[in-house]
């Protein structure tokens, strides 16, 4: 019992002050034993350190427990050289060279249960999609607009003069100087970020302005499926099984003037699933969660939730849950929105962003208080969980898993330095989270593993190991809005992944402790 | 009982996932109950909730709570305007101009119980100093070193060439230019922070090198008095009225070749404060902390140890505390003096610096185990303390106060906004804390004020209020190492200005109401 007790039970107890006794009387060896006793009761309390590692695991944790400490022994006497204390685009070439970062991209990492369906793909994905034919341009990367773009046979007509092939502004610019503009204007990445970005506000401006650009690309129809399926492919890579993902379901358009609705774009995301799981072994496929924009006056609103009936009857194997989405601060509240949510079927599952926000009080905060109350079954974000002792307790009672974000946090300036990310207070504790990655495409981060990296290196402690790691990817699955049978099947092939990657990463070190012979 | 139940005391929970009921035969209305419930139990248990507040403080509290929304407000959609995001040194100045500054300024704030000697006086102080006859300086500002300094009636022949008296480098440098370059010196201040100090390695090596050009200025005895009662004299008209302040008893000297002893310095220490609070009313002392540095090789540290034990035999009601002072990271560990300390009197108080770092699991973290376990009564920034859980627990539980300095854990590059100062998660809960400045010279802000105003608007909720700020300053006489009979009369002063401040602060409200009318 006390090895399972908390943080701040302590605030259970009577504020009396206790006589301290100090152990002056103490051997310098009982004191070490009691110290032994504490501090294995923290590590026993700890994410992760109710699995019991196979002699297997044990070797490969004792090379991932080398590779962490070499990261932090530098870091210690040379904290500038610690990647998770800088900003992730300062250090993004250090962390892709970094033997831990390979480790965790190799390892099986489950699920990954908050992305955001237009930043899922790598930035070449989308440079690869300029290609497609009938792409057009008006405005250039240079002034203070960013350029449009539109795919139709003729020259286009909307918003006045200036259309010209993207294929023609391409060859004039030089194709390499060209894929260059658009991967800085469909990505955050600035080598100057702590200039370039001063607030949170400065990047979620930035952020809406790709949204927007992006928008006529990818609702493309051929771009829309190629895109899905090259994300599908670079999460699949990166060791990445199954994908629980929110989207705005924009109506797609193609050349000859048709328009695809909600409904066939989940169409569309079934079967490009189904043809990717058929082709991929391992692979355990995509659910979806309908996430409009939370900024909606009450008409639009309405609309939505219209459409989020509809689909939970047609889709409801498929699309599992609903949120809102959109810069919670200065944004309409959740509880606005309350009389309109609690008229919904209860059997939709609620998994609301909450409290993506540093303004404890503030309205965006408290919209945590409502998506507790309206019984989300997991929380994005939740970065300002931890100063709502309440809410934290009922969540843990509740069993409501936070997805913590742990780039995106840092990029929308949320915390500078991973270290300071609440989640790490959280990770002390068996308390159920799991890591994602929102929108990797727009930090160009891998679709899993930096965050991974940046959750492993900067958020636990130097003792917590291979344990955390596993149950990350465990509780990713076991969060899911997977129905049962499906989870049990998830569960099976990602034991067999996980068993495959340690046996070869044994085979390994057994050859090289061989070769050292 | 629930109202006192904390943060994570949720983790004795059963990990069963238990089934969510969604409201959905609530009313709205019902809901809105509920939710104010929740709410309400938040607020039941923060940080100050237990304080009733009196008719005139009501009022005095609206007031504030007004200053405190308008500058969140503000935040909330402007966020690089809100100071406790910012660098201290960015925002200095638009502090200075706030209103919410000038009401803390002008507030009884109690007690300042973790601050350092050397730094507790304002860069003018120290400008001062070096007006003083028979200074000399070995150097200039513009190399790579810092120039050297000594009091001494003939030409120091120590070092080797290049002494000049200050009063001759001044008169050719112009006295407005050498006065500036002064400041720079012994402050840490810059304009361009995060250039100028990349991690906390950089802040501690500029720190070092500020306490060591200051050592020969304010060691010198007629300067160390001048310094100590000045210090006290800002400390005083920052609304600071006691002061339990660390330092390492350096020995001091003088212009006939005399050198002061420890116990002298003490003496001199003593003197002075019964001197000021004659001259001083409402001003109720100061109690001193032997420090010595922590990094010190094993027949030093006996030395300090035999000194402490000297002091305490003999000073044992001004001398009241024990501590080890320098950069935790990568310095010797308590753990390594533990055989030594055991060996100390039980009556000699245990006041540790412990877990000043971000290193969770590394040797400085693991400080945070041996000052509990050795009985410490107070925790000097125990920054890490969060990612303790068992020791968060013993803490709460034996009642010892954790020391918050916010401006200095910035300054120091713990953290960048206050917002993400673990104590921010701690001010949601009833937790023994008090606010202090640590070295406030070295960073040009007020004695106390500045820290407190960072605590209150940056880690604090919009919602908490006057009660934080008057339980802080009651924190700072309950945890005080005061005898229990001092400690009352200190209460008596404070409670008298803190009710002058009260009925004035009312006065002027309704003054400037009749006005309006």
Same mark, same amino acid.
């Given at each position: 019992?006390?090895?399972?007790c908390?943080l ?6 009577p504020e009396a ?5 100090r ?5 310098p060896?009982?004191y070490r034993?009691?110290?032994?006793l504490?501090?294995?009761?923290e590590a ?8 019991l590692?196979?002699?297997n ?9 080398k ?6 022994a530098?870091?210690?006497f040379n904290?500038?050289s610690?990647?998770?204390a800088?900003?992730f685009?300062?250090v993004?070439d250090?962390?892709n060279a970094?033997?831990l970062?390979e480790?965790?991209r190799?390892?099986p990492?489950?699920a ?6 237009t930043?899922?793909a790598?930035?070449?994905?989308? #440079?690869n999609?300029t !290609? @497609?034919p ?12 960013d350029p =449009? &773009?539109?795919?139709?046979?003729a ?13 023609t ?5 030089g194709?390499?100087r060209?894929?260059?503009?658009i991967r800085r204007l469909?990505?955050?990445?600035d080598e100057?970020p ?10 979620w ?7 927007l650009?992006?928008?006529?690309i990818v609702?493309y129809?051929? #771009?829309?499926?190629y !895109? @899905?399926?090259?994300a599908?492919r670079e999460?699949y890579?990166?060791?990445v099984?199954?994908l =629980? &993902?929110?989207?705005?379901?924009p109506s797609?358009?193609d ?5 695809y ?5 989940v ?6 699933t189904d043809?990717?799981k058929?082709t991929?072994?391992?692979?355990a496929g995509?659910k979806?969660?309908y996430?409009?924009?939370r900024?909606a006056?009450?008409q ?5 939730l219209k ?5 939970h009857?047609?889709?409801?194997d498929? #699309?599992v849950g ?6 919670e601060?200065?944004s309409?509240t ?5 009389p309109?949510l609690l008229n919904?079927?209860?059997s939709?599952?609620f998994v609301?962003h ?8 503030m309205?965006?905060?408290?919209n945590?208080f409502d ?5 989300t079954k ?5 970065y ?6 309440v809410?934290l307790k ?8 936070v ?11 949320? #915390?500078?330095d ?6 790490a ?5 068996n308390?159920p989270?799991?890591?994602s990655?929102d929108?990797?495409?727009f930090?160009c981060a891998?679709?899993?593993?930096h965050?991974?990296y940046?959750?492993?290196?900067g958020m636990?402690g130097?003792?917590?190991?291979l344990r955390?790691l596993?149950?990350l ?6 969060y899911?809005?997977?129905?049962e049978?499906?989870k ?8 067999h992944?996980w ?5 070869a990463k ?12």
């Amino acid at each position: 019992m006390l090895l399972m007790c908390g943080l701040l039970s302590l605030l259970i107890t009577p504020e009396a002050h206790m006589i301290i006794e100090r152990p002056t009387r103490q051997s310098p060896d009982d004191y070490r034993n009691q110290r032994a006793l504490l501090t294995r009761q923290e590590a026993d309390q700890a994410f992760g350190s109710s699995i019991l590692l196979t002699a297997n695991e044990t070797i490969v944790n004792k090379q991932l427990r080398k590779l962490k400490i070499n990261e932090l022994a530098k870091g210690y006497f040379n904290p500038y050289s610690f990647s998770p204390a800088r900003h992730f685009f300062e250090v993004l070439d250090e962390i892709n060279a970094s033997p831990l970062f390979e480790f965790i991209r190799a390892m099986p990492k489950g699920a990954v249960l908050h992305a955001h369906d237009t930043a899922l793909a790598s930035t070449e994905v989308i #440079v690869n999609a300029t !290609y @497609f034919p009938d792409l057009w341009q008006r405005g250039n990367f240079t002034d203070g607009h960013d350029p =449009e &773009f539109l795919f139709s046979r003729a020259k286009p007509t909307t918003g006045g003069a200036g259309w010209e092939p993207v294929s023609t502004v391409r060859n004039r610019t030089g194709a390499d100087r060209y894929d260059e503009q658009i991967r800085r204007l469909f990505s955050l990445f600035d080598e100057d970020p702590l200039h370039a970005y001063r607030s949170i506000n400065d990047v979620w401006n930035r952020f809406s302005r790709i949204f927007l650009a992006l928008d006529p690309i990818v609702t493309y129809k051929p #771009v829309w499926e190629y !895109y @899905f399926r090259e994300a599908l492919r670079e999460f699949y890579e990166d060791n990445v099984m199954y994908l =629980e &993902f929110r989207g705005l379901l924009p109506s797609l358009y193609d050349l000859d003037g048709n328009t695809y609705k909600p409904e066939e774009v989940v169409e569309i995301y079934r079967t490009i699933t189904d043809e990717f799981k058929a082709t991929h072994p391992g692979f355990a496929g995509t659910k979806f969660i309908y996430a409009p924009i939370r900024n909606a006056d009450d008409q639009t609103l309405d609309q939505y939730l219209k459409l989020a009936e509809r689909l939970h009857r047609q889709y409801g194997d498929y #699309v599992v849950g609903f949120d809102l989405v959109g810069q919670e601060d200065g944004s309409r509240t959740l509880l606005s929105m309350v009389p309109k949510l609690l008229n919904l079927p209860d059997s939709i599952n609620f998994v609301f962003h909450a409290g993506e926000t540093n303004w404890q009080g503030m309205p965006s905060d408290e919209n945590l208080f409502d998506a507790v109350m309206l019984g989300t079954k997991r929380i994005g974000h939740g970065y300002a969980l931890l100063k709502h002792p309440v809410l934290l307790k009922m969540v843990k009672e509740r069993d409501i898993c936070v997805e913590i974000n742990p780039v995106s946090n840092q990029v929308l300036k949320l #915390v500078a330095d991973y270290r300071n990310h609440p989640a790490a207070i959280l990770f002390t504790s068996n308390f159920p989270l799991v890591v994602s990655s929102d929108d990797p495409s727009f930090w160009c981060a891998a679709p899993l593993s930096h965050d991974f990296y940046m959750a492993f290196l900067g958020m636990t402690g130097a003792d917590q190991d291979l344990r955390v790691l596993k149950q990350l990817a465990l509780n990713s699955l076991r969060y899911s809005l997977m129905n049962e049978q499906d989870k049990r099947v998830a569960e099976a092939i990602f034991d067999h992944s996980w068993n495959d990657f340690i046996n070869a990463k044994v085979a390994q070190i057994l050859a090289s402790k061989r070769n050292e012979v």
